[in-house]
């Protein structure tokens, strides 16, 4: 056998296939990039453009339809909501997800499987299939209705099986030398917790973490039906928005292309700690 033939091998078995498996790659990208990039690039045109050559490219560019965003005090509004929204999501979500993460991964007790299993049924009921009495409960029993907080609260509730599913094998894998350490010199178990424990799973506390704000800057069903007036967040704000200039559509792919921004920006500027931190919740 030849030197060459077991890295032959190697690259047969990790270069990961042949010409199928990229042509479905390619289309899969297509499909997911295509869109956003035809909003984009139509939004630096006009109507008259739009309408003469749909599939083109802008000739000449133009930016007014950005900079009648970027000067639409009622795009600020629908941000600063979704902001808001976002990060209060965002903060219980990642708090309250490690705080019973913590306990599940590092301690024995009586019922923690079942208790862990409950986690794990709640990735099965989307926010979807308890919107009406949800909204009925938020608006009437805790008089939350239109405020940040009404949506807030509920998207982090569903956003807590995720967290606590991810960060659970990443706090299991953490060494308990550490731990043992960290004891004997005196520390409390909530001092373990505070300055070892979340310290060290900070690639899975971004990972969580960004997932909960992305599911809640692109919420729209409780937003709705919790939400109105000035209170409304950017993914009510652009329909309300397409349905008011309807007729000006490369306005309307501006607006769109501007409120996708955020998300998008924070998911690639940590998609590798994204991906460090899932990689290290499947070792655990």
Do not use: C
Request: hydrophobic share 50%.
């Amino acid at each position: 056998m030849s030197p060459t033939q077991p890295s032959r091998r190697r690259r047969t078995a990790h270069g990961g296939g042949g010409p199928a498996v990229y042509v479905v790659a390619l289309a899969v990208v297509a499909l997911s990039v295509g869109p956003v990039v035809y909003g984009a690039l139509n939004g630096f045109r006009s109507n008259e453009q739009l309408a003469r050559d749909p599939a083109g490219l802008p000739s000449p560019w133009r930016f007014d339809n950005y900079s009648a965003v970027f000067t639409n005090p009622d795009f600020w509004r629908y941000a600063t909501n979704s902001m808001a929204v976002a990060a209060l999501t965002t903060v219980i979500a990642v708090g309250a997800g490690v705080m019973a993460a913590y306990p599940l991964a590092r301690y024995q007790f009586r019922g923690r499987e079942p208790i862990f299993m409950v986690f794990v049924l709640g990735l099965l009921f989307p926010l979807a299939t308890a919107i009406i009495p949800l909204s009925i409960f938020i608006s009437r029993d805790l008089q939350l209705s239109n405020t940040w907080w009404g949506v807030a609260l509920p998207q982090a509730a569903f956003a807590l099986p995720v967290t606590v599913v991810i960060l659970r094998p990443f706090l299991m894998a953490l060494p308990r030398e550490l731990e043992e350490a960290a004891l004997i010199d005196g520390a409390s178990r909530i001092g373990v917790f505070w300055r070892i424990a979340v310290p060290l799973s900070r690639p899975a506390l971004i990972t969580v973490g960004v997932l909960a704000f992305v599911g809640s800057w692109n919420s729209y069903l409780l937003p709705l039906l919790v939400l109105q007036g000035e209170m409304r967040t950017l993914p009510l704000g652009v329909a309300d928005y397409s349905t008011q200039y309807s007729a000006d559509t490369a306005g309307v792919l501006a607006f769109t292309t501007v409120a996708t921004l955020p998300a998008l920006i924070l998911f690639l500027a940590l998609q590798g700690r994204i991906v460090n931190g899932l990689q290290g919740a499947v070792k655990g």
